[in-house]
């Protein structure tokens, strides 16, 4: 390991922590990223917008990653107002819900589906949602 | 073997592959390296060896994610760039150390404009095997591949 990881007591105690699924907002990448599982994965491609994460031992839903987020509630501002509650927090499950509906992508429903049902209740603070 | 990354602000710096320049240099920031330390001492692994193994010896480069075309930067629309490799081992949980890839598997890293790495992950190609799929264009999913340049077929690192 890199002595500084090594030394870098917040992620040492991070490592150190059992697993609870996790999700969170990139800037960066203005995308949501999500983990039920803490298990080696594969990326699975849904559309321009999600790719859902599967375990690579058995294929199980594990994740997903959502892109272009704020992206997407500039350009819907419909699937926003479903997807935002309080203190400007993303529901996954509601997310899944609209955009199955939105996208209009009948291929994915069932997939769709299927997340919604691993992200049920899951919030994910936003920094902001432009107008 | 690639080098490992050097700590940066409390994330990993890394030496990416340029097709037409020197190395340059991309992070993983610390908010995103302690958000995939929760998955555990694996994950923390494919981002040191894997990323850094990727970025320093991709198979080939896309660019521009279609959908993030209208937020390219530069005149010929220099934007987000996907490294795509096959590294030579992929990690397993917990410890157990790590096995090669199938012939199915490959790992891209997807960088922004601003040189951070957003997302990095194993996908399997469907109907073909990997060598074939990073020589091919995609545009369902990029603008163009940048490496290997379409005239030098072969000469991929």
Request: glycine residues 6%; charged residues 30%; aromatic residues 10%.
């Amino acid at each position: 390991m890199i002595a500084e990881l090594e030394n870098d007591a917040e992620l040492q105690a991070i490592l150190a922590m059992p697993f609870k699924p996790i999700a969170q907002y990139d800037e960066d990448g203005d995308c949501v990223e999500f983990f039920a599982e803490n298990v080696p994965f594969n990326a699975v491609r849904l559309d321009d917008w999600v790719a859902m994460y599967v375990a690579e031992n058995d294929g199980r839903l594990v994740g997903c990653l959502i892109k272009r987020v704020q992206r997407l509630f500039r350009e819907c501002p419909d699937l926003q107002e479903i997807v935002l509650v309080q203190d400007n927090k993303m529901r996954l499950d509601y997310f899944f819900v609209a955009a199955a509906v939105h996208f209009q992508n009948r291929e994915n429903v069932h997939r769709y589906n299927e997340l919604k049902r691993a992200t049920e209740g899951v919030e994910v603070p936003l920094p902001c949602v432009a107008a | 073997m690639a080098t490992l990354p050097i700590p940066h602000n409390g994330g990993l710096r890394f030496q990416a592959f340029h097709p037409a320049d020197k190395p340059f240099p991309v992070v993983v920031t610390r908010k995103k390296l302690l958000f995939w330390a929760k998955l555990g001492a694996w994950r923390l692994e494919e981002v040191k060896v894997t990323v850094s193994e990727v970025l320093e010896h991709p198979h080939a480069i896309f660019q521009g994610l279609r959908k993030e075309e209208d937020e390219n930067k530069g005149p010929d629309g220099a934007g987000w760039w996907c490294f795509v490799g096959v590294p030579s081992t992929r990690f397993i949980k917990h410890g157990s150390g790590a096995r090669k890839p199938n012939a199915r598997e490959i790992f891209p890293v997807f960088v922004t404009d601003e040189d951070v790495v957003y997302n990095a992950r194993w996908e399997e190609v469907e109907n073909e095997n990997n060598v074939v799929w990073m020589r091919e264009e995609h545009p369902e999913r990029f603008r163009r591949r940048i490496f290997p340049d379409p005239g030098m077929q072969g000469q991929s690192q």
